[in-house]
């Protein structure tokens, strides 16, 4: 019984996180359709070249950590110790991330339209306090005891996940 209830968290953790990958996939490449529709549209008034950096700078943080949460989840499926930590890392990255946008918004520094019946903020708030939740509740089902004995993790994993999460946010941050 205790087994399969380990089997269940780890496959819905698996879950969330091949969700969360392909969900941002999605949202990058229709972001770069979106702003190459535009960038054509004015090349095409006032003529120029397309500056493929940009994309590369705006765009590349989103796929990798997309590609990165579906590896990660195969590798949780296969019980690699390396799932477990990349999992925690992202985790808490996805925690911290979301966190800074719900504080934007609580706090009004995210644009509003200026419309009584604004009914944008309260979804956008809805989804990314799911959002924070979900992962937080992934953050602290890898924590459990029982799922770390199971991945077999010590001090070189913890040292792992912290470098992790902190590269993740400073590439976030600094590009």
Not at 73 to 82: E, G, P
Request: proline share 1%; with cysteine.
């Amino acid at each position: 019984m205790l087994s399969q209830t380990l089997n269940i968290e780890r496959i819905s953790f698996g879950i969330l996180l091949i969700i969360t990958g392909i969900f941002s996939m999605f949202v990058a490449i229709s972001s770069i359709q979106t702003w190459l529709g535009i960038i054509d549209r004015f090349i095409a008034q006032q003529g120029g070249s397309i500056n493929y950096f940009f994309f590369l700078k705006t765009f590349h943080h989103t796929i990798i950590l997309s590609i990165i949460s579906i590896v990660c989840a195969f590798l949780i499926f296969s019980k690699k110790s390396l799932g477990w930590t990349i999992g925690i890392a992202l985790c808490a990255y996805h925690c911290i991330f979301y966190s800074k946008i719900l504080f934007e918004i609580f706090f009004g520094s995210t644009p509003n339209s200026g419309r009584e019946d604004d009914t944008f903020i309260p979804i956008v708030l809805t989804i990314f306090l799911v959002l924070t939740g979900l992962f937080l509740l992934g953050f602290f089902l890898l924590l459990l005891t029982k799922i770390r004995t199971q991945f077999n993790t010590g001090k070189k994993e913890y040292w792992t996940v912290t470098g992790l999460t902190i590269l993740f946010c400073a590439d976030k941050i600094l590009f």
